[in-house]
């Protein structure tokens, strides 16, 4: 199950650009997925600094939590426990609204096996539960 059209959001190229420069990430014609592909577990601190510290866009906020949540997909710390993930959580649940497309996407509804899960999907799975109201006039059956 997709996320529905209305609530579809991707990354800028203005935003990709912005961040490239401010984190010294390479930014090549080549890089589909340029959110994902730049993400470091080892940043994650330094990306959540900047994502609070409210000199960032809409757009940029949204690309930059996208190569966040890459980055914990990446790490093999266990999140249930992690504080760096517990505040990552609230800054997306405080803004729902922006990162609702994320959330759906990393949900990843459509897997058929538990093993075919992200580390981050459980999580995720909570907050689409827990704001699906928010989101339900449009909400496919």
């Not at 990354?11 to 014609?29: K, M, W, Y």
């Not at 906020?61 to 609230?90: G, H, K, V, Y």
């Amino acid at each position: 199950m997709s996320a529905p059209k209305h609530l579809w959001r991707f990354p800028t190229r203005e935003a990709i650009d912005s961040l490239a420069s401010r984190f010294g990430f390479p930014n090549t014609p080549g890089m589909q997925d340029w959110e994902w592909e730049v993400a470091d577990p080892a940043r994650i601190k330094e990306f959540i600094a900047a994502y609070n510290d409210g000199s960032l866009s809409e757009d940029e906020r949204f690309t930059l939590m996208e190569t966040i949540i890459q980055s914990f997909a990446e790490t093999c710390l266990p999140l249930e426990t992690n504080s760096d993930w517990r505040q990552t959580l609230s800054a997306i649940e405080q803004d729902i609204s922006l990162h609702i497309y994320s959330v759906w996407y990393w949900s990843h509804l459509d897997a058929p096996d538990e093993e075919d899960l992200w580390n981050v999907t459980p999580f995720m799975r909570r907050l689409l539960d827990r704001h699906r109201p928010s989101f339900e006039k449009t909400w496919p059956e």
